[in-house]
C-alpha cells in the first residue's frame, strides 16, 4: 500500500479525534511524553476494535491480530509527529494496521518456506483459523457453510493485495470509495478499478470452479 | 454512459453500476431504464449482487464475537505498556537482573578499544614468527664459519677439536658431522666403514646381561 496522501473528500473526521492528535502532537513535540501517553489511551480505545476486526479478517491467528494490533499503535504514536492533517487519522491507523498485517503474512510465508506443517496428534494438518465456538446451524449444514467458507477465503486470497485490501474494506468493512481511497492513498477512480478488478476476477474464478 | 452498445450492460458496466449503487451514488437514467426492461441484464445484475453477499459469507460467523471487552482491555494494556516503555515511564519485563557490581565489570573503555587486544595478538605472532625466522639465519650464517680439518687417510672433513669447544652449537654441528660421516660411508662400497655403526649398535646379549 502506497504512502500517498490523498483523499481530502473524507467523510468528516470527528471533532474528538482531531482535537486528541493535535493535542498529543503538540505534546510530543513539547517532550511532554508521559502527557502524551495519556491522551492517546484515548484514542487508543475509540479504534482499538475495528483495528482488530481488519486484522482479525487478515491474520485469523488471534495471538497475531494481538500483536498487530499492539504494533499498529506503537507505530502510530511513533509517527505521530509526521502524521498530516489532511488524512484522517482513522484512514492513517488502518493504513498501517493493513501493512503490518500484509508484513506479517509475508513473514509467516517466508518462515514456512523453511519449516515442516505442524501436525497434531490426530494426523491433521494444523491451521490457523480458529474454530468457531458457537452454531446454531445443523452439522450437516455447518460442515457446507464452513466448506463454502474456506473456499471462498481462498479465492479471496488469491487476489492481489490491492484488490484484497479493497475488498475487505468495501464488502466486509462497508468503506465507501472515498474512505478507501483516504485509507490507501490512492485516488477514488484507483479505488473503482481494484474493486471492478477484484470482483470481476471472483466471478471468473468461482465459474471456472462450477459453483 | 454505460453502454457499450446499445443491446445489453456488459460486464464492467453492470459492476460499475453495482458499486454506484453501493457507493449510495445513483444511476444513470438509461441504467435504470435499461435493467428496468432488459431481463437478461436485470438477471446479470443479480447474480453479481449474490457473489457479493457470498463473499460477505465468507466471513467467520464469530469472527466479531472473538473480539471481546476483556481481551481488548489486555490488548490496550499491552499497547501502553510498550509505549510507556518507549517513553520511559516503564521499565522493560525482566526476567533477571544481575546485581550491580556484575553489571560494572564491562567497563565502556575496554568495550571502545576491543580491537586493541586483538592487534597486539596479531603482532605479538607477526613478531615471533620475524624472530624465529632471524634466529634460523643466524644458525645457518654460523655454520659457514666453523673451521674444519681435512682428514686425508679417510678423506673427509672433521671438526677441529679446540675450535669445536669454542663454538656455540658444538652438539648439533657434531651430529652433523656424524651423520655426514655415516652418509659417506653408505655411499662408499666398503664394509669397514660402517664399523663405527656397529660398533654403536647394542647387542641382544648385552642387553640380556644389563637386564640381569
Known sequence: MSGQTSASSFPVEPDSDVSAVAEIKSLLVRGAKERAKEQYEGLVARHQHRISRIALRYLKNE???????????????????????KVPFI??????????????IKAKSRRSRWMMPLIDLSGNERTDIAEPVTRNQNPEEELLAKEQRTRLNTIIRRL???????????????????????????????????????????????RREHW | MWFKNSQHLNDTTLTQAYLESRN???????????LITCEDCAKK???????????????????????????????RQRIMHRIGIMVGSELPASILRFPAFFTQTTTSRFNNHRWLAASMVAAGLFLGVIGGQLFDLAQISNL??????????????????????????????????????????????SETELYTLDIMTPR????????Q
Open chain 2, 204 to 211: 641382544v646379549y648385552e642387553i640380556a646381561i644389563n637386564a
Open chain 1, 160 to 206: 492481489p493485495e490491492r484488490q484484497q485490501a479493497v475488498l475487505m474494506l468495501s464488502v466486509f468493512e462497508s468503506a465507501t470509495t472515498q474512505e478507501i481511497s483516504a485509507i490507501m492513498g490512492v485516488s477514488e477512480a484507483t479505488v473503482r478499478v481494484h474493486q471492478f478488478r477484484a470482483i470481476r476476477r471472483l466471478q471468473k474464478w468461482i
Open chain 1, 63 to 85: 495471538a497475531d491480530v494481538d500483536e498487530a494490533v499492539q504494533d499498529t499503535f506503537l507505530k502510530a504514536f511513533i509517527h505521530l509527529p509526521s502524521h498530516e492533517k
Open chain 2, 144 to 189: 659457514g664459519s666453523i673451521p674444519f680439518v681435512q682428514d686425508t687417510t679417510k678423506n673427509i672433513l672433521i671438526l677441529e677439536p679446540d675450535q669445536a669447544s669454542q663454538t656455540n652449537n658444538t652438539y648439533d654441528q657434531i651430529d652433523i658431522m656424524t651423520f655426514s660421516e655415516i652418509e659417506i660411508a653408505l655411499e662408499a662400497s
Open chain 1, 91 to 104: 484512514a492513517w491507523l488502518i493504513r498501517i494496521a493493513i501493512n503490518s498485517c500484509l508484513d506479517r
Open chain 2, 45 to 75: 445484475y443479480a447474480r453479481l449482487t449474490t457473489l457479493v453477499h457470498a463473499i460477505k459469507l465468507a466471513e467467520e460467523p464469530d469472527l466479531l464475537a472473538r473480539i471481546t471487552s476483556e481481551r481488548l482491555s489486555r490488548q
Open chain 2, 24 to 34: 449510495g451514488n445513483p444511476w444513470s437514467q438509461s441504467t435504470t431504464d435499461h
